[in-house]
């Protein structure tokens, strides 16, 4: 199996040039019985393959609802998405995980990881789910911890990390197949001013390196970090800037 080290921009079929995520027209609407919440009114955004967005907001935007269906967690209720050049928006719940599997990569406030095995073994794991063979996860669990800057802390378990490692430790993991995309959610939500800027360092680092990253936070200090800063307001997209170079 080949394991680049990053996505190279490229032509997809579908939002042109490199688009890896292109969205028209997104509504969700949740239907509680007694009354209907409108989360998202109508979202158009396309990210290109090696873009690094943030997506922003305050609590009840919608950017998390946002996030659900950019990482097929969840599908819109109107409007068109496609991830990769697939349409995903009316898949069901089985080729929704079959989808998350082979192109998102997800990083969480929490980080997610178990706490009985060690890093070496958290980061293997999806690969022992995906079949690939033993000695494929060695390298490349091997390659991914020294690339977030843990290579002497691969025999540690999460319980004996900081939590700026355990998160170094989680995007590692949710690099592991080679997604698509990297998602996180909230990623520097628990940890302290110091860790955070080290981790939006990272994602920086692995954007340079190639990566399409998209990042969910209400920090717009973080936000400032990317390359793109999508501002989400009752629904609706409000901003979408390109950071100064």
């Not at 292109?22 to 396309?46: C, F, N, P, R, S």
């Not at 928006?89 to 990083?107: H, K």
């Not at 290579?151 to 319980?159: A, S």
Request: proline share 4%; aromatic share 4%; charged share 25%.
């Amino acid at each position: 199996m080949n394991w680049p080290l990053s996505k190279k921009n490229g032509t997809n079929g579908n939002g042109g040039n490199g688009a890896i995520i292109h969205m028209e027209g997104i509504q969700k609407v949740y239907d509680t019985g007694k009354v209907k919440v409108e989360a998202l009114k109508g979202i158009d955004m396309t990210v290109k393959r090696g873009e690094f967005v943030a997506i922003v907001g305050p609590s009840g935007s919608g950017k998390s609802t946002l996030m659900n269906l950019i990482g097929c967690l969840d599908t819109p209720t109107g409007g068109t998405y496609h991830l990769g050049g697939e349409a995903v928006a009316g898949l069901d719940r089985d080729q929704l995980a079959d989808v998350r599997n082979r192109r998102v990569g997800f990083v969480f406030q929490n980080f997610n990881l178990l706490p009985q095995i060690s890093s070496f073994e958290n980061v293997e794991l999806p690969m022992l789910f995906g079949g690939v063979p033993k000695g494929e996860r060695k390298t490349r669990v091997t390659e991914l911890l020294t690339r977030v800057g843990l290579e002497d802390r691969m025999d540690h378990k999460p319980t004996e990390l900081s939590g700026g490692q355990m998160q170094r430790v989680a995007i590692a993991r949710a690099l592991a197949m080679n997604p698509d995309i990297l998602l996180a959610d909230e990623p520097t939500g628990n940890l302290d001013t110091t860790s955070g800027g080290d981790i939006m360092g990272l994602f920086k680092d692995l954007w340079a390196q190639g990566c399409t990253l998209v990042v969910v936070t209400h920090d717009l200090a973080l936000a400032g970090r990317a390359g793109r800063v999508v501002e989400i307001r009752d629904g609706r997209v409000t901003k979408d800037t390109i950071a100064a170079a």
